[in-house]
């Protein structure tokens, strides 16, 4: 027994010895070396990812690749702070330290597409600011500890690069930040407040006659002589009515410049037949616009009125409604890109010929650090200097620098590669020719500008409805596991019912029927009462639109929606594209209450508790219902026999049963709830939460938001409603 203990206590003790040992291996200066060598290396390789994902989160809806993109841009920060904490303190020597370290900062401020995560990280410029000071402040203590002193060609060029970088960056979360929009769109409001006035006798949509729209400002850069005469001649005590003043001159850029050019490239005859070009520069000034929902800058009634009959043009033509959401979806893109990316900080004036000395910085620079540095680093390394193994003839120190240096240089082609095709380009390209009369007569830049205007890239948004079915989910329950009282403090917790059914593409038809309501409807938006009047069924109907939130308004006719197409299939293919947009756009406005109630006419909270509390009564009324047919069944029963009719379930099932009663043949019903769910589709769209709609920009966008820009423009808003509702349910937990 003795010696079963001995053996036992002399097992444990060589266990204990070896773990110590192992320890000990990996607080060596190799094993440190080799853990800086790969978070640098982990570090390029992220960079690499967020630089050629990071456009992607616009254009899908991926709750995956939102957290994937996320993780990246959280731990990127993270491995940079660690590996030079780990450089500033190690106990050896390397003279390929300080080139790592000046890389790490450069990274610190890479990526155009993916300036910042969500709006919030904006607000904190300041912060990133301070951070780049106290992380410079330990590559230049690592430098003077280290004593190493590199080529100094090599050197200069590796730290150009980096305050370019670095001070772009700050830039652009500068002017994303609440005051510098308002800092930025001041002299755009101060004009639009008197442009209308210009214009009003002589207004010509289809030439874009009277539309002075800002497109683009080409701004000098005087000498120090000229400012100083031009604030001599300027008397400060003469400013107009205290406006940032914005002069109409040969170097600002119209629409209706744009329109007037002559040059066979904007030609409707020429390069330009069915408008697109010119129509990238109008998406342009309409962004402009925009941008003041965002600085608490209004517009007067006049303007709006004037924006209202562009659209009214724009959907007068033959497919119009395309063309109008063409428009607005590249509007978008241009406000999604002044938020979340640098763009915009690089296309301003002479910035992007500072990011062209970047690149060549690179293309020119890395090949010659390279080959400065084997040679000087062969030849100057001190004998004592701590590196990994060499692999024939190159130490690996070496060839994971070149392979930093490498990964840098092709995201930085990546990325002037998307640069040069983005539709910024295009527009700073198009007012350049529409200014530039020799441009407009070589065919050489024509064909030039062309190629670049006309390069395919990826569509700007997903182009997606997603979908919601209450009596397909109600029975859901999130994994208790993942999402409970403890994981709240983590992540947004999923709800009981609260899951997506698969998303339906967004159909031609659909934006028909939503254009041609929002055409009808415009000087009177209801929801959803005209198109019954104008089908003559307001009478028996119009109960289920005056309900006691819009909530339980959109999911009383979801309900009866959903009951009538399973009871009544499609038997006339005319009637297929009814159909279509009662049924997509009846589950996407259930899916908007579900999951973004923000995006609508009341209070996300209300509209929460309300889904709550109809949850409960799905599963209340629908216990141990497996299929839908068994569900609408019970439902139909359970409608005859209770008397508590202000349940939403029971309304549904209510007015699912009036449709069915309806004399007329199905098509005609499905014309009635298609003009319905349109005309409820650009009720909801006027918002004042512009910010609600910024943040799902980087989500893949909303359907409603498209209309909410529109909206915006037009100065369309919602009729004050009526203080009694017809009915006033009340909302029991029973």
């Known amino acids: 027994m003795r010696d079963l203990q001995r053996l036992e206590v ?32 982990v570090t390029a390789f992220l960079l690499m990812l967020i630089t050629i994902f990071g456009s992607s989160r616009r254009r899908h809806n991926s709750q995956g690749l939102r957290i994937l993109l996320w993780a990246i841009y959280t731990l990127s920060s993270y ?19 300080p080139i790592w370290a000046i890389f790490l900062m450069i990274f610190f401020g890479s990526s155009d597409s993916y300036s910042v995560h969500s709006l919030e990280d904006c607000e904190r410029w300041k912060n990133y600011v301070w951070q780049y000071v106290i992380k410079i402040t330990g590559v230049s203590f690592l430098l003077v500890m280290s004593g190493i002193t590199l080529p100094m060609f090599s050197f200069l060029i590796l730290c150009l690069i980096v305050p370019l970088k670095v001070i772009r960056r700050a830039a652009s979360l500068k002017i994303a930040s609440g005051y510098g929009r308002q800092m930025n769109t001041k002299s755009i409001a101060d004009y639009m407040i ?17 539309y002075n729209y800002v497109v683009k400002v080409e701004k000098t850069c005087p000498t120090s002589v000229q400012k100083w005469k031009e604030r001599e001649a300027a008397p400060r005590w003469e400013a ?8 109409i001159t040969d170097r600002v850029v119209t629409v209706e410049k744009v329109w007037k050019c002559q ?69 978008l893109s241009f406000l999604y890109d002044s938020f979340y990316t640098k763009y915009l900080t690089i296309f301003q004036t002479l910035a992007w010929r500072t990011r062209v000395i970047e690149l060549l910085l690179l293309v020119i620079g890395v090949p010659v650090t390279i080959g400065l540095c084997f040679p000087w680093y062969d030849s100057n390394r001190p004998q004592d200097e701590v590196q990994l193994a060499t692999t024939g003839g190159l130490s690996i120190d070496f060839l994971v620098t070149v392979l930093i240096l490498l990964t840098f240089v092709c995201v930085e082609l990546v990325q002037c590669c998307f640069m040069v095709v983005s539709d910024w380009t295009k527009v700073a390209l198009l007012c350049k020719y529409v200014r530039t009369n020799s441009w407009q007569e070589s065919k050489l830049m024509e064909k030039l500008i062309g190629l670049i205007c006309w390069t395919p890239i990826p569509m700007p948004w997903e182009r997606k409805l997603h979908q919601y079915s209450l009596l397909e989910s109600y029975d859901y329950t999130p994994s208790r596991w993942l999402y409970n009282i403890f994981t709240e403090l983590f992540m947004d917790p999923i709800r009981d019912g609260q899951t997506q059914s698969k998303p339906a593409n967004l ?58 197409e399973h009871t009544v299939p499609i038997s006339d293919p005319n009637s297929k594209s009814n159909f279509l947009v009662a049924t997509n756009l009846s589950k996407y406005l259930a899916y908007l209450v579900a999951f973004y109630p923000k995006l609508l006419p009341d209070h996300s909270y209300d509209s929460e508790f309300v889904f709550d509390e109809i949850i409960i009564e799905a599963r209340y009324l629908l216990k141990g219902c497996k299929t839908i047919e068994e569900r609408i069944q019970r439902l139909n029963k359970r409608s005859n026999k209770m008397n508590d009719t202000n349940k939403v379930m029971i309304q549904g099932v209510r007015l699912g049963q009036q449709l069915l009663d309806v004399e007329n043949e199905p098509n005609f019903i499905w014309k009635v709830l298609a003009e319905f769910w349109a005309e409820l589709m650009v009720y909801v769209a006027p918002s004042d939460n512009a910010m609600a709609h910024a943040r799902h920009l980087a989500m893949g966008g909303e359907f409603v938001t498209h209309l909410w820009a529109l909206v915006s423009h037009a100065g369309i808003e919602r009729a004050d409603e009526q203080e009694s509702p017809v009915e006033q349910p009340t909302l029991n937990r029973s």
């Open 263 to 331: 040059g066979w490239l904007l030609r409707s005859g020429g390069g330009d037949k069915d408008s697109k070009l010119k129509d990238i520069c109008l998406s342009f000034s309409l962004y402009k616009l925009l941008r003041l929902k965002f600085s608490d800058y209004s517009l007067p009634k006049r303007a709006h009125e004037k924006a209202w009959k562009l659209i009214q043009y724009l959907y007068a033509e033959g497919n119009g409604y395309e063309r109008v959401f063409r428009v607005v979806e590249l509007e």
């Open 10 to 41: 002399g097992g444990g003790s060589k266990n204990l010895s070896e773990a110590t040992a192992v320890m000990k291996n990996l607080r060596t200066p190799k094993a440190n070396l080799a853990k800086i060598e790969v978070l640098a290396c």
């Open 194 to 210: 008197s442009e209308h006035q210009s214009s009003e006798d002589d207004l010509d949509p289809s030439q874009m006659r009277g």
């Open 507 to 564: 159909s031609s038809d659909v934006k028909k029927a939503v254009f041609r309501s929002l055409m009808s409807n415009r000087e009177a938006l209801q929801n959803g009462e005209a198109s019954l009047i104008r089908n003559e069924v307001e009478p028996k109907f119009s109960w289920a639109c005056r309900l006691g939130t819009k909530t339980q308004v959109i999911f009383v006719w979801h309900i009866a929606t959903r009951i009538f």
């Open 79 to 97: 491995l940079i702070v660690y590996t030079l904490g780990l450089m500033t303190e190690a106990s050896f020597r390397n003279t390929l330290l």
């Open 240 to 247: 107009q009515n205290y406006r940032k003043p914005l002069e």
